[in-house]
């Protein structure tokens, strides 16, 4: 029980990444808020946490809004009377090159994932002082590490997460909180299932990482449960690949 006694906060919970480490926190032990913008899949993820004995609870939660964002902080608050860690995973992809790119589409993948960071943040932290520190976990990737063709909003925005990061972790120290990211390699999720529709295309990208297949969700969450756990008490400010070896070469 990695996460005894702790309380945390998952966004984008309802599939992917944030599913599997929803359920891995609270398998560790964790009271855990549920937090996504659709709701039928966020109320899975609870059923599945109660159903396996956990506690969680679901908020609706648009990253974009400050009022949804200091809902969701509140209800965790009220519900469970503290806060310890934020996993700050809601997010999306987008393939289009700067010329191509309407101006919308770029507004909407940095609110979503750079803004969102800041805005889980910002509001997670009052809350993480009030009870001694606690742990920020951002989604990050590879493409926040190293480029990528066709993905500039996309790269622009999860390059901001990593020092957005570094950035929190250097402000935060001095209050007990850690803020560390995470930078996946290509995940088996419901969003590489929409973009990868042929086997030779599959077989492409499983080609890019050494280790021989792409990630699994709990690949991630594993790697989230060490940050948020007391095992990492000596750790903050960085960005972690987990990525089968996509960025070593």
């Not at 809902?71 to 934020?86: E, H």
């Not at 393939?95 to 919308?104: F, H, I, K, Q, S």
């Not at 560390?180 to 419901?190: E, L």
């Not at 991630?220 to 690949?241: Q, R």
Request: with cysteine; aromatic share 6%.
């Amino acid at each position: 029980m990695r996460l005894k006694g702790k309380v945390a906060i998952v966004t984008g919970a309802g599939s992917g990444i944030g599913e599997a480490t929803a359920l891995t926190f609270a398998k560790e032990g964790a009271r855990v808020t549920v937090a996504d913008v659709v709701d039928s899949s966020g109320n899975d993820t609870v059923d599945q946490i109660r159903a396996a004995g956990g506690d969680a609870n679901y908020v609706h939660t648009d990253v974009t809004s400050a009022d949804d964002i200091q809902s969701m902080v509140n209800a965790t608050t009220s519900n469970y009377g503290r806060l310890d860690v934020l996993f700050n995973n809601a997010g999306i992809a987008m393939r289009l090159a700067v010329a191509d790119l309407p101006e919308a589409d770029w507004d909407r993948c940095i609110d979503i994932n750079l803004k969102g960071t800041y805005l889980g943040s910002k509001y997670a932290i009052p809350a993480m002082i009030a009870n001694g520190g606690g742990s920020i976990i951002n989604t990050a990737s590879i493409y926040g590490v190293v480029g990528g063709p066709n993905r500039a909003a996309y790269v622009a925005s999860k390059g901001g997460i990593v020092n957005l990061t570094r950035g929190m972790a250097l402000d935060y120290a001095d209050s007990n909180i850690r803020v560390n990211c995470i930078c996946p390699g290509y995940t088996d999720t419901p969003i590489i299932q929409n973009i990868v529709q042929t086997p030779d295309r599959y077989r492409a990208l499983v080609d890019q990482h050494p280790l021989g297949r792409l990630a699994r969700p709990l690949d991630i969450a594993y790697g989230a449960l060490y940050l948020a756990s007391d095992e990492s008490a000596f750790v903050t400010g960085i960005a972690l690949p987990i990525d089968g070896g996509y960025t070593a070469g």
